[in-house]
Nanobody
Framework: QVQLVESGGGLVQAGGSLRVSCTAS????????MGWFRQAPGKEREFVSSISPSGGSTSYADSVKGRFTISRDNAKNTVYLQMNSLKPEDTAVYFC????????????????????WGQGTQVTVSS
């Protein structure tokens, strides 16, 4: 079992930056794939970014590539999403997910691949 808690959301102007964090419980954090997803009002949850257990492999949605950076600190049981050059269309609730089902070469871009979820943190980008 993994419990996830997101933090760091808030209100920022377009073009600004924000970093959201997700801290996990337990001693198995270094074994899980971590992902960030977001959900805007009236829309489905969409993939943002994922990172392998070691941090050596990452993937991004095309809409955030070059602007967002995912990283993790396994000693702190925490994954980060650094968001730069934010746009109003980035406004959403951001969720982190975790799964133990890691396979090298697999892209973890579907919400159905994740077994554990946090409660989400709101990110609002004003124009």
């Amino acid at each position: 079992q993994v419990q996830l808690v997101e933090s760091g959301g808030g209100l920022v102007q377009a073009g600004g930056s924000l970093r959201v964090s997700c801290t996990a419980s337990g001693r198995t954090f270094s074994m899980v794939v971590m992902g960030w997803f977001r959900q805007a009002p009236g829309k489905e949850r969409e993939f943002v970014s994922s990172i392998s257990p070691s941090g050596g492999s990452t993937s991004y949605a095309d809409s955030v590539k070059g602007r967002f950076t995912i990283s993790r600190d396994n000693a702190k049981n925490t994954v980060y999403l650094q968001m730069n050059s934010l746009k109003p269309e980035d406004t959403a609730v951001y969720f982190c997910g975790a799964t133990f089902a890691y396979a090298r070469g697999t892209y973890y871009q579907s919400s159905g691949q994740y077994a554990f979820w946090g409660q989400g943190t709101q990110v609002t980008v004003s124009s």
